[in-house]
């Protein structure tokens, strides 16, 4: 079978008024391309079922002649303006049932908030429905239910919520496993690189550009861009050409480079048995958030401290008073007391504190807005600190912040099986 044309067609009028962004198709194509699928085409309609029923039947002609695989979000609301439903079952002739699964949740939802099941609306209830004999996609962050409905020869047509908390989470636990199933991925062979604390544009300019002629021949790359890190994504039909650019990108970026940060982490805490606790003041428990986001976690993950204040960082790890009076929060003498308190209160193989400038106000000349410290306790009982300005506004400086620390993390984790 060859490979899909894919087409990502979102809906909704905000989104072709101007007055809403559409983040689904980008996120989407960008996880595609990781898996080794190539989008064709991007197409934002408004809230009309007659263009929306006349892009489809398009697609479904096109089916006639080549795989074709539709990816659309939005529509699947409770609301007047949601044609999603209405225009797949003109689409394809077909009735529509209501998903036992999701109707009970939906009871359930209703329950909690004091209400009985006859309270539910018809529209609100129309959620649960999709068209027969079709492949149900489970919404477990929300209540209405994505849906594959087959367009013809192995062509789908795949429906999914525009909210983005609840697409992601239906793309990457539903829809991924059954696209592998279905479709070949274009023959081709893939390595994904991480590269740390260096911009897009000056990765392009040093590597990408000053390597094309020696190593990018018939070889595809992307690239995204991330709070602290770039992904570099390489494919091709040989896989020599990539063992070799990921050789010269090892050589020339031996103490940036990285893999699956996040996996890694998870994967070997586990393995190798080694716990972590964290104190953190100002990214507010995000680094425990994403050491916690993978199910097992409980296996290596002892706890946290939520150290905002200097009184906490004295009372709850001990950093002593003069310390913090002398040197002052946001300092290497602060996050190296902070990570050796961690380990007293917790006994954890490793103890990781961070302390820093968030903004938008706080910062001086000596200490700008995103100046983050970050110590380290590793199982040896040494304690390393780590100074960065991170750029952006509070947000990024957080998200930058915590990614930071796992990529410390992944280093030291790195070094034990060296």
């Not at 209703?110 to 004999?133: A, C, F, M, N, W």
Request: some cysteine; aromatic content about 8%; proline content about 5%.
């Amino acid at each position: 079978m060859e490979a899909p044309y894919i087409v990502i067609i979102s809906t909704g009028s905000e989104i072709t008024a101007g007055r809403s962004l559409d983040t689904n198709s980008g996120w989407m194509a960008n996880q595609l391309f990781e898996l080794g699928w190539k989008v064709k085409k991007f197409i934002g309609l408004p809230d009309d079922p007659d263009l929306i029923l006349s892009e489809l039947k398009a697609l479904k002609q096109l089916a006639e002649t080549r795989p074709v695989l539709v990816l659309m979000t939005g529509g699947l609301g409770p609301t007047e303006d949601d044609y999603t439903l209405e225009t797949v079952l003109k689409l394809s002739g077909k009735k529509s049932y209501s998903v036992e699964k999701a109707k009970i949740r939906l009871q359930r939802i209703y329950e909690s908030r004091g209400k009985q099941y006859s309270d539910i609306l018809p529209t609100v209830l129309r959620q649960t429905h999709v068209p027969e004999d079709c492949k149900t996609l489970d919404n477990t962050v929300g209540i209405a239910v994505g849906f594959v409905e087959p367009i013809g020869t192995d062509s789908y047509l795949v429906c999914m919520p525009g909210v983005p908390s609840e697409m992601k989470e239906m793309f990457t636990r539903r829809l991924v496993p059954e696209l592998k199933r279905i479709y070949p991925r274009e023959n081709l062979v893939q390595k994904t690189k991480w590269l740390w604390n260096i911009g897009e544009s000056l990765y392009q300019k040093d590597f990408v550009e000053t390597h094309r002629d020696e190593l990018f021949q018939n070889v595809e790359w992307g690239v995204t861009a991330n709070r602290g890190y770039i992904k570099c994504i390489f494919q091709s039909t040989d896989s020599k050409p990539l063992e070799r650019i990921i050789q010269k990108l090892e050589t020339q970026y031996p103490k940036i480079i990285s893999d699956d940060v996040f996996e890694f982490v998870h994967e070997h805490l586990i393995s190798e048995k080694l716990t972590i606790a964290v104190g953190e003041s100002c990214t507010g428990g995000l680094l425990g958030k994403k050491l916690t986001d993978f199910p097992g976690s409980s296996s290596y993950f002892v706890g946290g401290f939520l150290t905002y204040s200097n009184e906490m960082k004295d009372s709850l790890l001990g950093v002593p008073s003069d310390t913090l009076q002398s040197f002052g929060a946001v300092s290497k003498e602060t996050a190296e007391a902070m990570a050796k308190g961690i380990s007293e209160k917790t006994k954890a193989d490793y103890c990781i504190s961070i302390t820093g400038i968030a903004g938008p106000d706080g910062g001086t000349e000596a200490k700008p807005v995103g100046t983050v410290w970050i110590g380290i306790k590793t199982p040896d009982g040494s304690v390393q600190t780590h100074s960065y300005i991170f750029p952006g506004n509070r947000e990024g400086i957080r998200e930058n912040a915590s990614n930071t620390a796992l990529f410390l993390l992944y280093q030291s984790l790195k070094k034990r099986n060296v």
